[in-house]
């Protein structure tokens, strides 16, 4: 007799054809027939559900031993809060979730969202820093400049030419040639 998804754990000596087919035997498992039989006389084809094992790890944990007995068919609605469907293949989404369902983002998108953002954050970043950068060439030359007209009242208040001891020959050299 076939054991069913919820009698709990499978016990026994698995079917042979629970392992691959060898390569000689490819054109035979081809046959539909042999096929669908293989797969509807072995128990390990449908595997038991996630809740039929957890619900064994659950009772083991409370009481301390093995639970013999029938397995409720599903667990209590509440019981797994944040697990989607996927995961829980055997089971139907509760009746309030089932109107709308919550599609979980595929890798793909999540990527390109993420590189969509990075590459936004790192625009944003770059333009920021350029800014930085001439604001503080611009600060640098105002405070220089500024330095430089007061170096020039201070000079001329004391009759220094800061050209050191150059004659006005070589100032007139440098400027006409």
Not at 86 to 92: G, I, Q, R
Not at 126 to 139: G, L, S, W, Y
Not at 145 to 170: D, F, H, L, M
């Given at each position: ?19 691959g087919a060898s390569a000689k035997k ?27 094992s957890d619900f064994h790890h659950r ?59 990075q590459s936004i954050e790192h625009r ?54």
């Open positions: 007799m076939l054991q069913s998804m919820h009698s709990g754990r499978m016990a026994g000596i698995p079917f042979a054809s629970s392992f490819a054109v035979e498992k081809k046959l539909w027939s042999k096929c669908t039989w293989r797969q509807y006389l072995n128990p390990y084809g449908a595997r038991p559900s996630f809740w039929v009772y083991l944990i409370k009481t301390g031993k093995d639970y013999t007995g029938q397995i409720p068919m599903s667990p209590p609605p509440g019981t797994y809060q944040t697990a989607n469907y996927k995961e829980l293949k055997n089971e139907l989404p509760q009746r309030d979730t089932r109107a709308l369902p919550i599609r979980p983002s595929l890798a793909r998108t999540v990527y390109e969202a993420g590189v969509e953002r944003a970043g770059a333009k920021e820093a350029r800014n930085r950068v001439i604001r503080r060439q611009e600060e640098y030359w105002k405070f220089f400049t500024t330095v430089q007209r007061e170096r020039a009242k201070w000079c001329k208040k004391n009759q220094i030419r800061s050209r050191g001891v150059y004659k006005p020959v070589i100032d007139a050299t440098e400027i006409w040639g």
